[in-house]
């Protein structure tokens, strides 16, 4: 077998569509597919809806995706021709395509409120030889209820070859006695059909309702009133990740590259996990040389956001100098703290030159003062256009607490970076500027909680290995060096280091500037011109990427079956020893790829 294409996955879309939503006050919420594919590292290629009249325009492509359309029945004929011959279509609420799918539509149900509220939920069926015990939510998506933003599609298998993967629950957590996804088998290939709006519930988790009033009545705007999630919620569990991992887990039945979340240690091996260091200096004078200090006696990088009070910061370009000589980075803290207020792009762009004029560059990736927010993608666009990068505001936690310390969580269902998406009065298009998750917040252990806070601390490395999380260790610099305040934070920080040196864990850490500098490189990198050779002896994937990412990208291929232990690659023609990785608790072939342009050959033998 033979098979060439850009990429091995293409997804139908009409900017028309979009226009049209758009036009009567509509964010077109299937423009977030480009977003959901880039978390996972997947490139795939926009196809026409309008031009698809033939079989032959599909060829090369094993995955097709298709949401918020219809299809006419030229186009649902050339479909489940291409199914037939072995393709494997992923539908997202489609209506009017039940044969394609296997399926009887009943009704719509819409969200209780508006579109940034739960419907309902999936909860996923037990697979065969698994464990009497349910999965631990913590580790499996299918241990967990996955909530759900976007009207529901009420259907019921169309035949017994109709496999339901997962049940639909209501928003009160009670079954429906329908489906949320079902798949089943046409002839030598399949569909997938999602009874909702996958592309709404990610876009939702990932940048959370508008701040446009209090919605958790603690006296301030703070993008803890944007998360989408209620207090019946546990924080813990990264809710949009774990509906990727499922749609991951679809798309892997395939050889097929992916660019792996976190970049390659300098040897080109590939880490466990990435851990990115930062915090607040709130403009105490004082500290913020001396929390370098300290960091980079540990061989850690660091990331102060330095406040500008009256126009002054706490620190002056010598100082400044100090830090960056240290190895470590700075940005701007903007200060927006007041009682119910929506600061505006003038105060946004205001405090961005301060920071310029009193250092000399522009702020990468920043901090609120209080994780304060106002609207819904405003702060990414002003930021951006005052030359920003990113924002780590992102609460973990909900508030009140005002200050939720030695807690960790993902509000907005993702622990990794993403970049933004504005709103339907402008076009919906991707800002680049990226949102970046707060993970753990100021981790503590004190002496009448040590054994919880130190289990809570090695619970957050074992988690971040499994899954190979970008994972936020959110420490400001007073609780480094002011001994008044040090006391229960640095045993935290020595018992992080003293596990991942005991586990044996291999750590790529960054500040948070870098993070997001990778995170952006990462969503620049080409890769294209699959090819795959098929046959009795084994398989040969082999596919060009281009990289500007100074430490290279690791490409990550899923092991199903055959001899991983004997694969290898060519990178350019010279050979490598391919290593395999587990992530996700499954196992990938890695291969490192240096900066530049390159074609590699990965031969995977039976």
């Not at 892997?252 to 607040?280: C, E, N, R």
Request: hydrophobic share 35%.
């Amino acid at each position: 077998m033979n098979e060439q294409a850009r990429s091995f996955v293409g997804y139908l879309y009409s900017d028309r569509l979009r226009a049209e939503a758009n036009r009567i006050g509509r964010n077109y919420w299937y423009a977030y597919l480009p977003e959901i594919f880039d978390e996972m590292g997947l490139r795939a290629t926009e196809l026409s809806l309008d031009a698809l009249e033939n079989v032959s325009d599909l060829a090369g492509y094993k995955y097709l995706f298709a949401g918020s359309m219809s299809l006419n029945a030229r186009q649902q004929e050339v479909l489940r021709e291409w199914v037939r011959l072995g393709g494997i279509l992923i539908g997202f609420a489609l209506k009017g395509a039940d044969d394609l799918f296997g399926i009887s539509h009943r009704k719509t149900i819409a969200q209780p409120d508006d579109e940034f509220t739960i419907s309902g939920y999936g909860k996923f069926s037990r697979q065969e030889g698994d464990a009497e015990t349910s999965p631990d939510p913590m580790y499996d998506y299918r241990g967990a209820l996955l909530p759900i933003f976007s009207p529901l599609e009420m259907v019921a298998p169309g035949h017994e070859a109709v496999i339901e993967e997962a049940l639909l629950l209501n928003a009160g957590r009670t079954a429906t006695g329908c489906p949320s996804v079902v798949r089943t088998q046409l002839e030598a290939g399949k569909t997938w059909y999602f009874a909702f709006d996958l592309t709404q519930t990610i876009w939702v988790m990932h940048q959370g309702r508008p701040i446009d009033r209090d919605y958790d009545g603690d006296g301030y705007y703070r993008t803890g009133d944007a998360i989408p999630f209620s207090r019946l919620h546990d924080l813990e569990v990264p809710y949009g990740d774990y509906w990727l991992q499922y749609l991951e887990e679809i798309l892997s039945s395939t050889l097929q590259p992916f660019i792996h979340q976190l970049p390659p240690l300098p040897d080109g091996s590939v880490p466990d996990l990435l851990i990115h260091f930062g915090g607040d200096d709130e403009c105490t004078p004082g500290i913020q040389v001396e929390a370098s200090r300290y960091m980079k006696a540990l061989g850690l990088p660091y990331h102060m956001n330095l406040m500008p009070v009256n126009g002054k910061f706490a620190i002056d370009r010598q100082e400044y100098e100090i830090i960056k000589n240290n190895g470590h980075d700075l940005s701007i803290h903007f200060d927006f703290v007041k009682p119910h207020f929506h600061y505006t792009e003038a105060d946004v762009l205001e405090q961005i030159q301060m920071y310029t004029e009193a250092f000399g560059e522009v702020p990468i990736a920043s901090v609120n003062h209080w994780c304060t927010g106002t609207g819904w993608a405003e702060h990414a666009r002003w930021a951006s256009s005052g030359g920003m990068k990113g924002d780590n505001s992102r609460a973990h936690a909900f508030n009140p607490p005002y200050n939720p310390i030695n807690l960790m969580g993902y509000g907005f269902g993702t622990v990794y970076p993403h970049f933004v998406y504005d709103d339907f009065k402008h076009d919906n298009a991707r800002i680049p500027f990226v949102n970046i998750p707060i993970g753990f917040f100021e981790p503590r252990i004190y002496e009448d909680s040590e054994e919880r806070d130190i289990a809570r601390i090695q619970q957050a490395v074992e988690r971040a290995a499994y899954f190979g999380w970008t994972l936020n260790m959110f420490i400001h610099p007073v609780y480094i060096s002011d001994e008044k305040h040090n006391r229960h934070c640095l045993p935290a920080l020595e018992e992080l280091l003293r596990y991942l040196n005991e586990k044996q864990f291999k750590v790529k850490y960054h500040s948070t500037n870098q993070l997001c500098l990778w995170w952006m490189e990462r969503a620049s990198t080409r890769l294209e011109h699959c090819v795959l050779d098929a046959g009795d002896g084994g398989s040969t994937l082999s596919f060009e990427v281009e990289t500007q990412s100074s430490d290279g990208v690791l490409v990550k291929i899923p092991l199903n079956d055959g001899n991983g232990e004997a694969a290898s690659y060519s990178l350019d023609g010279q050979q490598r020893a391919a290593a395999v990785h587990r992530q996700n608790g499954r196992c990938w072939i890695i291969c490192h790829v240096p900066r530049g342009e390159h074609r590699i050959s990965v031969t995977l033998p039976n």
